[in-house]
Nanobody
């Protein structure tokens, strides 16, 4: 499975962005988003299972971010509202045939990342 992330950009604090992650083929995989800020480790943001039977969010984004998927388009989305400067990072999508996990090593397939910059 190849993944292509897009939708990043520059936004002011309080603004919104929607990230997309398109898979190269139909997939029933669980698909998460992770992010990596400069000088920090990559961290879990949110994940969604096939048919949206289950979603999970990091505490830092609950109530502000929403993960969704369109299985007909093989695409997962991350709607990010009320953005904060601390949300600035490269956002990565991933995928694997498993239940939701929050660790990097639990996912074999990764997209290339898309930069999100939030100014104060």
């Amino acid at each position: 499975v190849q993944l292509q992330a897009s939708g990043g950009g520059f936004v002011q604090a309080g603004g919104s962005l929607r990230l997309s992650c398109a898979a190269s083929t139909f997939t029933t995989y669980t698909m998460p988003w992770f992010r990596q800020a400069p000088g920090k480790e990559r961290e879990f943001v949110a994940a969604i299972t096939w048919r949206t039977t289950y979603t999970e969010y990091a505490n830092s984004v609950k109530g502000r971010f929403t993960i969704s998927r369109d299985d007909a388009k093989n695409t997962v989305y991350l709607q990010m509202n009320s953005l904060k400067p601390e949300d600035t990072a490269v956002y990565y999508c991933a995928a694997d045939d498993r239940r939701v996990g929050v660790r990097l090593l639990e996912y074999r397939y990764w997209g290339q990342g898309t930069q999100v910059t939030v100014s104060s």
